[in-house]
Every structure is written in C-alpha cells, then in structure tokens.
C-alpha cells in the first residue's frame, strides 16, 4: 500500500515553507503521498514585526498559551508519518506551533502516529524540543526523528541579523556587511537528504536507527556553547513571563523586558561564553560529550 505522510507547520516568513518543500522532495519522486498543511492562527502574527509586537509575544509564547487557529483539514484519519516542522520562539514551541498541537484534529491523528521533527531556528532550539518531546509523549506519538537546521552565523551576529529581518522583512545583508540572516540557501537545499533518510526507513515501515544515521548526517549538529544559554536562560525567561502577566502596565513591563533581554544576548551572554571557555570547558570534555549525546537522541 502507498505511504501516506503529513506535513504540519507554521511559518511567518516562508523560511520554514522553503525546508519543508526541500524535506518532502524525495517523498513525492517515488509517489508517496504527501499532504503539507500550513495551518494558520485566527489572528496570525503580522510580518514585520514591531518591537513592540516582538517582545509583547513572550509571555504567551513562554507559558505555552495556545491561541485559536483556524481550521485545520486533514483528508486522511491515519498517517504512516507525521513530519511536524517549526520554529522556537523564545526557548519555546513558537504560539502557533504550540498551538497546532493544542488542536483536537492534530491531537487524534499523532496518536500512535510516527513523529520527525524538523526545525527551522537561529541556533537555539534544544529547549524547545525538550518541551515538544514532553508533549509528543502526551499524546502518545513515536518520535522516530528529529532534524535541526540553524543560523551558522556567530551568536551575536545572528542575533543583530535576525532582528534586521523580523523588524524589516527583509532577508538580506544588513547594512551590506553582515551576513544573511536565517538558514543558507544552501542548508535548505540540504534538507532534501535528509528527507531521503527519512524516506528510506519509511519504506522499510521500521525507523530503528533513523536517528542515529541523521546524526552522522549531521542533522543535528550542537554546540556546547548554546547548551549553556539554554541551561540558564528558559528559567529567566519564566520568571519574566510571570512577572509580566501578573503586573497591570504589561507594557511597560515588557520595555524593560526588552532591554533585559538586549543586555543579557549582547553583553551578559559574551561574558558567560567567555569565562566558561577559560575556566570549566578545557575540564568538562565528558560532560559535555553526554550532553550532546543527549540532544542529539530522541529520549
Ligand atoms: C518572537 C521570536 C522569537 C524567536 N526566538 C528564537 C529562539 O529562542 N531560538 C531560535 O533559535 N530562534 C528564535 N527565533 C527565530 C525563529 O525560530 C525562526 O527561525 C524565524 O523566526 C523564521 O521563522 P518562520 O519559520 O516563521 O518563517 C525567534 C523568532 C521570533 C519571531
């Protein structure tokens, strides 16, 4: 019988759209069937961005408020596989990637269903997919995979281009000097083969081992240094959220959130980075090495 494969995802700038095409083009080559929905919140966030727009986002985003979508079609009742594609968002599941998985629709078709996850990220994701393992189990889907494409680009450097493109719309050379923001052309393009992987143990109806031939594609490539941010920064992130809810002048809360939160990636992280590499990394090889293992698995 024909595999049947649905592809679930969110995207505001397309970036994820582009991935996911790049994903599934192996799939459709040798006629699996291939239904991509990209599903769509009631009041979807506007592209560009403002800053006030941007910052005002965390809170929801971190304390995994879903917000209503709009209906979300599915011609199929069972799946031989779910590719669920997304974003984070400050640590997090991105709004509407949360959201989708909020959906009753979703939440009956992951049920038993084989899960691969493909990220599309700056660079930090490894909280987020903690927390998307955690829902996964839920609701009992089989993550059988999980592919991460990122930024390549230095943190901070990242950081001014992707803000250059969430504030402007554009995905170009700030200033004509920085670096593209976002995922390269070419690591989009290279998502193809890891659909091929993918496809390959589809076929043979057993994703034993999927993972690991990902990792030795480098699907999943993680570096030490973003282990450290997310280890203590989604805890921050929390009691920001809190704090912003539970005051009367959200918004000016989240100004001096957003300054926070300038300092801490341009001046606190650098820092930490800094003293880390001198100090504890040239000790912690082992430590790190399992904790990489970590991320890099399913569990
Ligand atoms: C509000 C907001 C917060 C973001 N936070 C993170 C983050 O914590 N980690 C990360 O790697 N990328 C982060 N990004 C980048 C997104 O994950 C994503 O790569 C980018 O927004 C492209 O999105 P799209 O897939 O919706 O087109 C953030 C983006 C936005 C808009």
């Given at each position: 019988?024909?595999?049947?494969?649905?592809?679930?995802?969110?995207?505001?700038?397309?970036?994820?759209?582009?991935?996911?095409?790049?994903?599934?083009?192996?799939?459709?080559?040798?006629?699996?069937?291939?239904?991509?929905?990209?599903?769509?919140?009631?009041?979807?966030?506007?592209?560009?961005?403002?800053?006030?727009?941007?910052?005002?986002?965390?809170?929801?985003?971190?304390?995994?408020?879903?917000?209503?979508?709009?209906?979300?079609?599915?011609?199929?009742?069972?799946?031989?596989?779910?590719?669920?594609?997304?974003?984070?968002?400050?640590?997090?599941?991105?709004?509407?990637?949360?959201?989708?998985?909020?959906?009753?629709?979703?939440?009956?078709?992951?049920?038993?269903?084989?899960?691969?996850?493909?990220?599309?990220?700056?660079?930090?994701?490894?909280?987020?997919?903690?927390?998307?393992?955690?829902?996964?189990?839920?609701?009992?889907?089989?993550?059988?995979?999980?592919?991460?494409?990122?930024?390549?680009?230095?943190?901070?450097?990242?950081?001014?281009?992707?803000?250059?493109?969430?504030?402007?719309?554009k995905k170009d050379k700030y200033l004509g000097v920085f670096p593209k923001p976002g995922i390269s052309d070419e690591d989009i393009s290279n998502a193809k083969v890891f659909g091929k992987t993918v496809?390959?143990?589809?076929?043979?109806?057993?994703?034993?081992?999927?993972?690991?031939?990902?990792?030795?594609?480098?699907?999943?490539?993680?570096?030490?240094?973003?282990?450290?941010?997310?280890?203590?920064?989604?805890?921050?992130?929390?009691?920001?959220?809190?704090?912003?809810?539970?005051?009367?002048?959200?918004?000016?809360?989240?100004?001096?959130?957003?300054?926070?939160?300038?300092?801490?990636?341009?001046?606190?992280?650098?820092?930490?980075?800094?003293?880390?590499?001198?100090?504890?990394?040239?000790?912690?090889?082992?430590?790190?090495?399992?904790?990489?293992?970590?991320?890099q698995g399913l569990k």
């Open positions: 019988m024909g595999k049947k494969v649905l592809v679930l995802y969110y995207t505001q700038t397309g970036q994820l759209t582009e991935i996911v095409n790049s994903f599934v083009a192996p799939f459709s080559k040798v006629g699996v069937s291939v239904e991509i929905v990209r599903a769509k919140p009631k009041n979807d966030f506007a592209f560009p961005w403002t800053s006030e727009r941007f910052f005002d986002a965390m809170p929801e985003t971190v304390l995994a408020i879903p917000s209503p979508m709009e209906k979300i079609e599915l011609k199929e009742t069972k799946y031989d596989l779910v590719v669920f594609a997304y974003q984070p968002w400050y640590l997090s599941l991105s709004i509407p990637a949360n959201s989708i998985l909020a959906t009753d629709e979703v939440r009956l078709i992951l049920e038993g269903t084989p899960v691969v996850t493909l990220i599309g990220a700056r660079n930090m994701w490894l909280s987020s997919q903690e927390k998307l393992k955690k829902i996964l189990k839920e609701l009992g889907a089989n993550l059988v995979g999980n592919i991460a494409l990122v930024d390549r680009s230095q943190n901070s450097i990242s950081a001014i281009t992707i803000l250059h493109w969430m504030m402007s719309g496809l390959k143990f589809l076929q043979k109806e057993n994703f034993d081992g999927l993972q690991q031939q990902l990792v030795n594609q480098n699907a999943v490539d993680i570096k030490a240094d973003y282990m450290i941010i997310e280890k203590l920064a989604p805890r921050l992130f929390l009691i920001w959220a809190n704090l912003v809810t539970k005051r009367k002048n959200r918004a000016a809360w989240l100004v001096v959130y957003k300054y926070y939160l300038l300092f801490a990636l341009f001046i606190v992280a650098p820092i930490v980075l800094t003293v880390n590499a001198i100090l504890f990394r040239p000790f912690s090889g082992k430590n790190i090495a399992e904790k990489k293992l970590y991320y």
